[in-house]
């Protein structure tokens, strides 16, 4: 039994993370979605609501859990009994980043195996904080987040 952690902010959810999701899905038994969150920062979303769109947009995806947690990615990869923990690489960028990550986890939590995926070229320029930015000024992002979300986030910056 192989259950993994794909563990992320989701603020909001984006096509990228959902082709990540869904291909990391299909290599293991359980796939535990972990929205962290720093309740110093808010976000635009609570952690319920980026659950509830993660829950949403793969709910056909029967082997697809999903969680948040305040706490270190290593103390929820260690709670929910996780073995690997997915991210998702757009560019060579975010490389670098991921490594450093990767290997601080690993450090506090031997054992722990991370796995990079990188996403699909045609998702590689989309990141939340940029679709927050866009939508902000009522910019299009349709094709930037899944359709089942669009109108949640058109809703956060409705006045
Ligand atoms: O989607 P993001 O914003 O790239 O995800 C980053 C996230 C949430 C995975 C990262 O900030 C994280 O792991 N936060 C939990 C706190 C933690 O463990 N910090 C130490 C990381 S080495």
Same mark, same amino acid.
Request: proline fraction near 7%.
């Given at each position: 039994?192989? +259950?993994?952690?794909?563990?992320g902010?989701?603020?909001?959810? *984006?096509?990228?993370? =959902?082709?990540v999701? +869904? +291909?990391?899905?299909r290599?293991?038994?359980?796939?535990?979605?972990?929205v962290?969150?720093n309740?110093?920062?808010?976000?635009? /979303? *609570?952690?319920?609501?980026r659950?509830?769109?993660?829950?949403?947009?793969?709910?056909?995806?029967?082997?697809? !859990?999903?969680?948040?947690?305040?706490?270190?990615?290593?103390?929820?990869?260690?709670?929910?009994?996780?073995?690997?923990?997915? !991210?998702?690489?757009?560019?060579?960028?975010?490389?670098?980043g991921?490594?450093?990550?990767a290997?601080?986890?690993?450090?506090?939590?031997?054992? =722990?195996?991370?796995?990079?995926?990188?996403?699909?070229?045609?998702?590689? /320029?989309?990141?939340?904080s940029?679709? !927050?930015?866009?939508?902000?000024?009522?910019?299009?992002?349709?094709?930037f987040?899944?359709?089942?979300?669009?109108?949640?986030?058109?809703?956060?910056?409705?006045?």
């Amino acid at each position: 039994m192989t +259950r993994w952690m794909f563990p992320g902010s989701f603020d909001p959810p *984006t096509l990228g993370h =959902l082709d990540v999701l +869904r +291909r990391a899905a299909r290599l293991c038994d359980e796939l535990v979605v972990a929205v962290l969150h720093n309740p110093a920062k808010r976000g635009l /979303f *609570t952690p319920e609501q980026r659950m509830e769109m993660i829950r949403r947009v793969a709910a056909d995806l029967p082997n697809v !859990r999903v969680v948040s947690s305040d706490a270190l990615l290593v103390q929820a990869a260690a709670a929910f009994e996780i073995t690997c923990v997915v !991210r998702g690489l757009r560019t060579s960028h975010d490389s670098a980043g991921e490594i450093q990550m990767a290997q601080l986890n690993r450090a506090m939590l031997p054992g =722990l195996e991370v796995l990079m995926i990188p996403t699909a070229p045609s998702f590689a /320029f989309i990141s939340s904080s940029y679709v !927050r930015e866009i939508a902000a000024k009522h910019g299009d992002i349709s094709t930037f987040v899944p359709a089942e979300i669009l109108p949640d986030v058109l809703a956060a910056y409705e006045v």
